[in-house]
């Protein structure tokens, strides 16, 4: 299921016309789809009183259609005007055809009397390109009615909700389902539209798979059966050798829990083996609490940084792994710097996948052609600042729209980006993810270096060959990103957002992988 903005969605309908599916037989099938929908809950509409409130353009088009079929099947509709007649085009055609029917009673809006003695309500005012406020005598209607017992229903998305950012109006329709056409839109799964939206339908109009390959790479909404269909799946014959071998080069004298919790999110997300590759007191610290890796003492600088003389070392080392992952709690420094591109180089050489994060990141960030150059299958995860850093431009920008961003990174390394955000974009040149996972409860220092680990845990955990399955570092990074958003979940629902932290969300991950069947 793909998530488009606006633009987006206009072009995949002209696709479809140009395909032969008509703009006019687009409008039908989504008023018949919405139809359809009211008969799964409402058998019969016989006898039932049906109110469609309906603009000038093709969101009211749809209206008219589904005010038809009500009709047809002998409701009694009032069909309430929000602002002129459609003056042209096939809006107007949908208009037309509800005229002359004895059981659909069109009104303006200024002539309603709204009473609660309807058993349907149909937003089709606004679609997908509206922003800012609904008209007053709009609003202090559907205020009113959102307190209804009617079975309240949005055409593609409630009247009073910005399909990109998710802001809403107050007063928009508080409706029970959102029959959304051929994708959910950006805004519907953000705070607070979402919580208008209700339940979301998304229905087949015509407008097929190659219509919105045609605009380009644009996301696929992560769910449970892709991200379980990511993770492999563990058999009574299986022994830590098929889950592959697993290297963290992460941590400092003052950010063990960096350490400590990638470590975690990795031993939690299926990795068979784990070693942990920093200076004495982490090893220290991180050995006295968790006990499923192992370690490999590393030189540290005066100051406790992980040392750039260990890079001898790692070489050695580095290809006995099938995953490693760089950066967490490292320090922003020029040890940092080295060892993170000579990984990306080693990464590069052996096809090793490589996992950078934090000051990983942001120690390379002013020569991040390093990544594409050596041919490295990397996974970069940063937040709008650090993507900021990356791209060599302000986090505003970044946050006008993150998924550019994230695109524009991708293409220029061609690694993986996770974006981190609501939702986390997981992007690769050819691949294009959305995760809405999650909530405010990751909004702590610790949240990345868990799902570092995570993504980090599944990637080697999964036998097949990098060369034989070009989307696997994709799939996995979502499958990571999803279900780390899974977790926190679990962990707000039991504890709070306020109240948990990000070790609480790396502790709930053994129900998050229960819940998909891994």
Excluded: W
């Amino acid at each position: 299921m793909y998530i488009v903005t606006p633009d987006q969605m206009k072009a995949a309908e002209a696709a479809a016309d140009k395909k032969g599916v008509s703009y006019l037989q687009l409008m039908e099938n989504a008023g018949k789809a919405v139809y359809d929908e009211i008969l799964k809950i409402i058998p019969s509409v016989n006898g039932v009183k049906a109110l469609v409130f309906c603009g000038k353009g093709n969101n009211g088009g749809d209206g008219f259609v589904i005010a038809r079929h009500l009709a047809k099947n002998n409701a009694f509709v009032t069909v309430v005007l929000a602002s002129d007649i459609p003056s042209d085009g096939i809006a107007r055609q949908q208009y037309d055809n509800i005229t002359d029917r004895d059981n659909i009673s069109v009104i303006p809006i200024s002539q309603a009397d709204i009473t609660d003695n309807y058993d349907i309500i149909i937003d089709a005012v606004f679609g997908t390109g509206f922003h800012g406020t609904l008209p007053e005598k709009l609003s202090e209607i559907f205020g009113k009615l959102s307190h209804s017992r009617a079975l309240k229903i949005a055409v593609d998305i409630p009247s009073g909700a910005d399909s990109i950012s998710g802001a809403c109006s107050e007063s928009a329709l508080k409706c029970d389902i959102t029959v959304t056409f051929a994708a959910i839109k950006t805004g519907m799964l953000l705070s607070p539209a979402k919580s208008f939206c209700g339940k979301i339908v998304t229905a087949d109009i015509g407008i097929d798979d190659h219509c919105f390959k045609k605009i380009g790479n644009i996301p696929v909404l992560m769910n449970n059966s892709l991200a379980a269909d990511a993770i492999p799946v563990r058999n009574d014959n299986s022994h830590k050798g098929c889950f592959g071998k697993l290297l963290i080069i992460a941590g400092s004298d003052s950010m063990s829990g960096a350490a400590a919790m990638n470590t975690m999110g990795a031993l939690r997300s299926g990795a068979g083996l784990v070693k942990l590759f920093s200076v004495p007191s982490v090893i220290n610290r991180v050995g006295s609490s968790i006990y499923e890796c192992t370690f490999h003492t590393a030189v540290s600088t005066p100051d406790g940084f992980i040392s750039k003389e260990n890079i001898p070392v790692l070489e050695a080392i580095a290809e006995n792994f099938d995953c490693i992952s760089v950066g967490s709690g490292m320090g922003n420094n020029d040890n940092t710097a080295a060892i993170t591109e000579r990984m990306i180089q080693l990464c590069g050489e052996k096809n090793i996948p490589l996992i950078i994060d934090a000051d990983g990141l942001n120690s390379i960030a002013d020569r991040i052609d390093i990544i594409r150059n050596s041919n490295c299958p990397a996974v970069l995860t940063p937040h709008p600042r650090e993507l900021g850093r990356l791209l060599g431009t302000d986090v505003s920008e970044v946050l006008s729209d993150r998924l550019a961003a994230a695109q524009k990174l991708a293409r220029l390394t061609n690694a993986v980006i996770c974006a981190k955000g609501m939702p986390t974009y997981i992007v690769s040149p050819d691949d294009c993810y959305a995760s809405y996972t999650g909530n405010g409860g990751l909004s702590r220092g610790g949240s990345g270096d868990v799902l570092t680990g995570i993504i980090s845990g599944i990637v080697t955990s999964d036998s097949r060959s990098l060369t034989d399955n070009p989307s696997l570092l994709t799939e996995s990074a979502a499958a990571g990103v999803y279900v780390f958003g899974l977790s926190a979940d679990i962990a707000a629902k039991k504890l709070s957002m306020t109240g948990m932290l990000p070790t609480d969300a790396a502790n709930s991950l053994p129900e998050a992988y229960r819940q998909l069947g891994r």
